[in-house]
């Protein structure tokens, strides 16, 4: 079957370093996205992607960065991870996001 | 702004009673909404997608009504029973992008025996 999936499910880091979280597809959707969700904010985007090559900054965008050099995946990198940056994080895919979108099972990051 | 106002307290209902939970927006006039169901420590998971010219959407015991004067969906779950326990977002998009979503925080609903 067709999934998405996010590594690692747990993270800890020190504040300062670099951090990517993976996120992998399987069904061939041109459409990603990167959520955090936190207590009080619900689920924020981060980035996201319509297709190869293609990225796009959202909502809470500073710090973080994501490229797209194929189909399935969509890394989401934290350049310099700060204490802020602490939650947990969600990766969706979707063949059309008007309709749906399919979630991975989150990281829960903190940063020490 | 954009705003998505969900309930944040917890929703206590009794088994079998019909289950209401509201989502109301500002600012805007979305093209559609959608709903989730999240369980503890997993991810979204989509149950109906209703648009702007529909007035309701039914799947099996869900219900969903879209009011776009009042700006607020509703979203039922009739004879509910204790595995419908978990938290309810509903989502939308964002303002100048029909293909970015955006959540509210979500209910958390909790179906007593």
């Known amino acids: 079957d067709a999934e998405i999936t996010q590594s690692p499910r747990h993270k800890i880091t020190e504040t300062g370093r670099q951090v990517t979280l993976a996120c992998h597809q399987t069904?061939?959707?041109?459409?990603m996205f990167w959520y955090r969700q936190d207590l009080g904010h619900g689920l924020r985007l981060i980035h996201y992607s319509y297709g190869v090559q293609d990225t796009n900054k959202g909502e809470v965008s500073d710090g973080y960065s994501v490229s797209r050099s194929n189909t399935e995946d969509l890394p989401l990198t934290l350049e310099s991870a700060a204490s802020s940056q602490t939650s947990v994080y969600f990766c969706?895919?979707?063949?059309?996001?008007?309709?749906?979108?399919?979630f991975g099972s989150g990281t829960q990051l903190s940063v020490l | 702004s954009q705003k998505i106002e969900q309930n944040s307290e917890a929703l206590n209902i009794q088994e079998g009673k019909t289950a209401t939970l509201t989502c109301n927006y500002t600012n805007y006039s979305p093209a559609y909404l959608q709903w989730y169901r999240q369980d503890p420590g997993r991810g979204p998971v989509f149950l109906l997608l209703i648009r702007e010219n529909e007035k309701e959407k039914r799947k099996e015991r869900l219900k969903v009504t879209f009011d776009t004067t009042l700006k607020q969906s509703l979203f039922h779950i009739t004879a509910s029973q204790p595995a419908d326990s978990a938290t309810y977002l509903c989502?939308?998009?964002?303002?100048?992008?029909?293909?970015?979503?955006?959540f509210g925080t979500g209910t958390k609903l909790q179906v007593i025996p």
């Open positions: 069904w061939n959707h041109n459409n």
């Open positions: 989502a939308l998009p964002l303002w100048g992008g029909y293909q970015k979503v955006t």
């Open positions: 969706a895919s979707s063949e059309d996001p008007s309709e749906k979108l399919f």
